[in-house]
């Protein structure tokens, strides 16, 4: 069993930064595909970022420049730096872990004010 809390939402001007992240448990952390998603209101889940167990990292188009993951598998926890924030990126930030299945954080509330 894998479970996450993420931590770090809030609100931001439009044009600021954030960091948000997501503690892992489990003692094999360092074995997990870990992700962000989220989820605006009225809209589904996408996907942000995601970084494999070997450090390989992947964004979805828009945040490309933007947003940068990272994680500390001594911590275990994932990392999102969120840079330039847009209106658009207000959302309910997820953290995911992929280990023989897929498991979701509560979520973290995202706001960027124009």
């Known amino acids: 069993q894998v479970q996450l809390v993420e931590s770090g939402g809030g609100l931001v001007q439009a044009g600021g930064s954030l960091s948000v992240s997501c503690a892992a448990s489990?003692?094999?952390?360092?074995?997990?595909?870990m992700g962000w998603f989220r989820q605006a209101p009225g809209k589904e889940r996408e996907f942000v970022a995601g970084?494999?167990?070997?450090?390989?990292?992947h964004y979805e188009d828009s945040e490309k420049g933007r947003f940068f993951i990272s994680r500390d598998n001594a911590k275990k926890t994932v990392y999102l730096q969120m840079n330039d924030l847009k209106p658009e990126d207000t959302a309910v930030y997820y953290c995911?872990?992929?280990?023989?299945?897929?498991?979701w954080g509560q979520g973290t509330q995202v706001t960027v004010s124009s």
């Open positions: 489990g003692r094999t952390f360092s074995s997990y595909a």
């Open positions: 970084i494999t167990r070997d450090g390989n990292t």
């Open positions: 995911n872990a992929e280990y023989i299945r897929a498991y």
